[in-house]
C-alpha cells in the first residue's frame, strides 16, 4: 500500500505529519510493504482557499491512502472521488501512523470533520 504523508520537511520515516494537506511543502509516500519512501513537493501549494487540487499536488502519483493532521472539504472530496481514503494522523512522527494504519486504528475523515477554512477568525481545530 502507498500512503502518502503532507510533512514540512522530509526526514523519512521521523517525519512530523503536517497538519493542513493542501499547504504543506512537502508530500512523501511510504510503500508500507517495504518502508520505501519518496519525496514529491507539493505542486499546488499556493492555491486559494477551497481551490486546491490534490492531483496536481501529488504531481499525479498514485496513492492508496492519505495520513494527515487536516483537510478541506474540495480537496477530500477529489481524494475519495479518486478512491484514496484520507485519514486522521494520531500520532506526530509519520512511522507511528503507519503502525497505526497497520492496526486499523486511524479515523478516516469525513466531511464533518475538515477544515472550513484559514485566517479571519475561522479555526480548523486540528
Given at each position: 500500500?502507498?500512503?502518502c504523508?503532507?510533512?514540512?520537511?522530509?526526514e523519512?520515516?521521523?517525519?512530523?505529519?503536517?497538519?493542513?494537506?493542501?499547504?504543506?511543502?512537502?508530500?512523501?509516500?511510504?510503500?508500507?510493504k517495504?518502508?520505501?519512501?519518496t519525496?514529491?513537493?507539493n505542486?499546488?501549494q499556493?492555491?486559494?482557499?477551497?481551490a486546491?487540487?490534490?492531483?496536481?499536488a501529488?504531481?499525479?502519483?498514485?496513492?492508496?491512502?492519505?495520513?494527515?493532521?487536516?483537510?478541506?472539504?474540495?480537496?477530500?472530496?477529489?481524494l475519495n472521488?479518486?478512491?484514496?481514503?484520507?485519514?486522521?494522523?494520531?500520532?506526530?512522527?509519520?512511522?507511528?501512523?503507519?503502525?497505526?494504519?497497520?492496526?486499523?486504528?486511524?479515523?478516516?475523515?469525513?466531511?464533518?470533520?475538515?477544515?472550513a477554512?484559514?485566517?479571519?477568525?475561522?479555526?480548523?481545530?486540528?
Amino acid at each position: 500500500m502507498k500512503v502518502c504523508f503532507p510533512v514540512a520537511e522530509e526526514e523519512g520515516l521521523n517525519s512530523e505529519v503536517y497538519g493542513h494537506f493542501g499547504s504543506a511543502p512537502v508530500f512523501i509516500i511510504v510503500d508500507t510493504k517495504d518502508n520505501n519512501v519518496t519525496t514529491i513537493n507539493n505542486k499546488d501549494q499556493h492555491h486559494a482557499h477551497g481551490a486546491c487540487n490534490p492531483l496536481k499536488a501529488l504531481n499525479n502519483q498514485h496513492v492508496d491512502a492519505i495520513i494527515v493532521g487536516g483537510i478541506g472539504a474540495g480537496a477530500l472530496t477529489k481524494l475519495n472521488q479518486q478512491g484514496i481514503k484520507v485519514f486522521q494522523a494520531q500520532a506526530q512522527k509519520v512511522k507511528e501512523n503507519i503502525k497505526l494504519l497497520k492496526d486499523h486504528t486511524l479515523p478516516e475523515f469525513t466531511m464533518q470533520h475538515t477544515c472550513a477554512g484559514h485566517g479571519h477568525g475561522i479555526s480548523c481545530g486540528h
